[in-house]
């Protein structure tokens, strides 16, 4: 798909994000987001004008319970990044009000100083009650940013449900941030995000050195039975105080060194081809499903079906079935 086969609005688009124009990408992003079947396709044009430009980047998921400090990180990692000449895009999974719809974070309000700078560019995706939706457009915009020239693009999910499962599945390394002192190690292992993490860093070490010693320490052994080191990478647990900075110079080091090693291997792009193809399969169901829904037969028959399950008089996979067969 190329610029002259849009229409001008959205080949004006794809040359404004190809031209690093933050407006332009904002746009894009909008439109990617959008419910509507026009906007959809649109959207769908734009994004397949832009995929040869995309991919350079690395990803970072980041997660983390509220309250972990994942902004204040986020923002002095960007600061970091850009001094050292990299373009950052922070994608933030943002819980949307009910009442609204709309984000509750607030992601330029909390990472005041990174959202002025020119080779920044932060984007709250509100989740609108929907976390396959979510992740099916923080994909989209991922690639958007990767086409705009942000070569680092960190994807942050607020850690309040599986929204983990789903970052860890669209980025090259996943990192779990942590309290010490919090309980918040013994939760995250009995929620398996253990398993997902590439990096494990406890924040706000200076509070308490100690017991950020010995939350590091219970993680480590935590580490040895769920998460066995591969023969490419261990995963490390670090100790950083994101509003004092410390530690995030090795933070960057750690993210460099796992990319290195990785890459070498071809684990990063084999990580990718898994992803895109389990990508693929994820919007084959959400468009069957849709499909099924707007199915004229579906509408008709579903109220009454639904009501006889309830009651008892026909069993959930015989209604199944019927529904099916429209």
């Known amino acids: 798909m190329t610029t002259t086969a849009l229409g001008e609005q959205d080949a004006a688009l794809v040359k404004g994000v190809l031209a690093h124009e933050r407006r332009a990408l904002a746009k894009t992003i909008t439109l990617l987001e959008s419910t509507r079947a026009d906007h959809r396709e649109r959207g769908r044009q734009v994004l397949e004008a ?9 990803r970072i998921g980041i997660s983390g319970v509220p309250g972990v400090g994942k902004s204040t990180f986020i923002e002095a990692l960007g600061m970091l990044l850009i001094g050292r000449g990299h373009r ?56 958007a940013c990767e086409a705009a020239g942000f070569d680092i693009v960190i ?10 499962t789903e970052v860890a599945g669209m980025t090259d390394v996943f990192v779990l941030l942590q309290l010490p002192n919090a309980g918040d190690d013994l939760q995250a292992i009995k929620k398996g995000i253990v398993e997902l993490a590439d990096v494990v860093v406890f924040n706000k070490a200076d509070i308490d050195l100690r017991a950020t010693e010995m939350a590091v320490a219970q993680m480590q052994s935590a580490l040895a039975l769920l998460h066995p080191a591969t023969q490419h990478w261990k995963v490390p647990v670090l100790k950083i105080s994101a509003t004092r900075g410390d530690g995030i110079d090795l933070f960057w080091q750690t ?49 009454a079906l639904a009501q006889a399950v309830q009651a008892g008089t026909i069993t959930p996979s015989a209604a199944a079935r019927q529904l099916l067969n429209y």
Do not use: C
Not at 50 to 58: D, M, Y
Not at 155 to 164: I, N
Not at 260 to 276: K, L, T, V
């Open 88 to 143: 950052v895009a922070v994608l933030a999974i943002d819980p949307s009000s009910s009442i609204s719809g709309g984000s509750i974070l607030g992601d330029k309000t909390r990472m005041e100083q990174l959202s002025m700078r020119d080779e920044a560019f932060i984007r709250p995706s509100p989740s609108a009650g929907s976390l396959g939706g979510v992740a099916d457009k923080t994909r989209e915009a991922m690639l």
């Open 155 to 164: 994807v942050e999910t607020v850690g309040v449900g599986q929204s983990e």
């Open 255 to 303: 993210i460099d060194g796992y990319r290195q090693s990785m890459e070498s291997h071809g684990a990063i792009a084999a990580r990718r081809r898994q992803q895109a193809l389990a990508w693929m399969w994820h919007l084959i169901e959400s468009g069957l499903h849709q499909r099924f829904n707007d199915n004229p037969g579906v509408k008709h028959a579903l109220p």
């Open 50 to 58: 832009l995929l040869p430009h995309s991919g350079k980047s690395i």
